[in-house]
């Protein structure tokens, strides 16, 4: 094996089927998202260059702007509400007994593996404002006064579609963060322990820093989902009532399928491209490794 594998040709043979599928499934469709960018077309009829007019465009309108700042929003509430209170909740179940541990997290795993649309539908029926369960359950607290129409009102509807995305993905980020924490050595807890350690004091010197690297792929993870949300927001409101939950996602779909203006909808794409780039970078920024000081 160490024969075959130390010829690069052999390796470059092995990695080519793989290199393939990555430059055709994904390289070439950003660098043609780039280039569809600069042409007006509907995607069908006769292609006109178009430069950067659909960039000016963009940057002109207020619903792209506004569009945008609702899914930062979604990506800073996915990173505080998922990714660091699903933190928080693994090193809490960790100190939990292992019956009641395996309770929870059985728990956990229940809404991930129900379908987004499904979970979608389930909200709906929860925020109805005539007879969902979230409005009734405010008549019998008699609290009657905090009824609204909850995907309606512009206080209210970004919020509750961030909750949703977050009931459903946020077991799983306490899952992989749980394995992480219960794959450090006991070996470490017991030097600790002796030494005289505290709980927080095990928790910021050794599980943390063991940890680092799974919390910072759930921030990547849950970050980079809450910025591309799309399915709820198209199964609950379309964007709707008019643009109060209109995401970049749902008018890259809205202009490229219901507007028929597949430029401008790639315009939109690259510059999502470039903001998740940016995001990934100051996310390695905050990661980037450091030596522990004890």
Not at 54 to 73: T, V
Not at 89 to 104: E, N, P
Not at 185 to 201: L, R, T
């Amino acid at each position: 094996m160490k024969r075959v594998l130390g010829r690069k040709r052999n390796i470059i043979l092995f990695c080519a089927p793989a290199g393939i599928l990555f430059l055709s499934l994904v390289i070439y469709p950003i660098f043609n998202i780039f280039y569809l960018a600069l042409q007006k077309t509907d995607g069908i009829s006769f292609r006109e260059f178009a430069g950067l007019n659909n960039f000016r465009q963009l940057f002109e309108e207020n619903y792209f702007i506004n569009a945008n700042w609702k899914s930062l929003g979604l990506a800073l509430f996915a990173t505080v509400g998922i990714a660091l209170l699903g933190t928080v909740i693994a090193f809490l179940t960790c100190g939990l007994k292992t019956r009641v541990q395996r309770f929870y997290k059985t728990s956990y795993l229940i809404p991930f593996v129900l379908s987004i649309s499904v979970i979608s539908q389930l909200w709906l029926s929860i925020y109805h404002s005539e007879w969902g369960v979230l409005n009734k359950l405010l008549d019998f607290l008699h609290l009657s006064s905090w009824k609204t129409s909850w995907l309606s009102n512009q206080h209210t509807a970004m919020i509750c579609v961030a909750i949703v995305g977050m009931w459903w993905v946020l077991g799983m980020t306490i899952l992989l963060v749980y394995t992480g924490i219960m794959a450090v050595p006991v070996s470490y807890y017991e030097a600790a322990k002796i030494d005289g350690a505290n709980y927080w004091q095990v928790s910021r010197f050794i599980t943390y820093p063991l940890c680092r690297n799974i919390i910072k792929t759930c921030i990547i993870i849950n970050t980079i989902g809450g910025f591309y949300t799309f399915p709820q927001v198209y199964v609950m409101t379309k964007g709707g009532p008019g643009d109060l939950t209109m995401t970049v996602m749902m008018l890259i779909y809205r202009e490229a399928f219901s507007n028929s203006r597949l430029g401008l909808s790639c315009a939109i794409a690259a510059v999502t491209i470039v903001e998740s780039i940016g995001i990934l970078a100051v996310i390695h920024l905050l990661f980037r490794d450091q030596d522990v000081e004890y």
